[in-house]
């Protein structure tokens, strides 16, 4: 279980560094997308719309694994689902900045994990 919890803890590592590297400037901790934004649909976009979050938890569920923590794997699973929900909302936002966004999120079928969720 260590092996997979490292693994998981360097490809959800991977997935934030890389999301954050292509959203670049257009990065908000905030939900609303910013007034000058843009949509970025390149790079890791490309196979899932929220990579940070799924990162975070992927680091989560690997961290869990890595400390055989069930209580941890309950937290990662609750993170997750908060995540979920908070691409969720955001989503309907940038659906009414970006009216290109839908043709996006239809090509971009993953969420959050590439070809998981």
């Given at each position: 279980?260590?092996?997979?919890?490292?693994?998981l803890?360097?490809?959800?590592?991977?997935?934030?560094?890389?999301?954050?590297?292509?959203?670049?400037v257009?990065?908000?901790?905030?939900?609303e997308?910013?007034?000058?934004?843009n949509?970025?649909?390149?790079?890791?976009?490309?196979?899932?719309?929220?990579p940070?979050?799924?990162?975070?938890?992927?680091?989560?569920?690997?961290?869990?694994?890595?400390?055989?923590?069930?209580?941890g794997?309950?937290?990662?699973?609750?993170?997750g689902?908060?995540?979920?929900?908070?691409?969720?909302?955001?989503?309907?936002?940038?659906?009414?900045?970006?009216?290109?966004?839908?043709?996006?999120?239809?090509?971009?079928?993953?969420?959050?994990?590439p070809?998981?969720?």
């Open positions: 279980m260590q092996w997979l919890g490292a693994g803890i360097a490809f959800g590592f991977a997935q934030v560094g890389l999301g954050l590297l292509h959203l670049g257009n990065v908000t901790p905030y939900p997308p910013l007034e000058l934004g949509l970025v649909h390149g790079g890791v976009y490309r196979h899932v719309r929220h940070v979050y799924g990162g975070i938890t992927l680091g989560m569920v690997g961290l869990a694994l890595y400390q055989a923590s069930w209580a794997l309950a937290t990662a699973i609750g993170g689902v908060f995540f979920w929900l908070k691409a969720g909302f955001e989503e309907r936002r940038l659906l009414i900045r970006y009216p290109d966004y839908r043709d996006y999120s239809a090509r971009t079928r993953f969420r959050m994990i070809w998981i969720l």
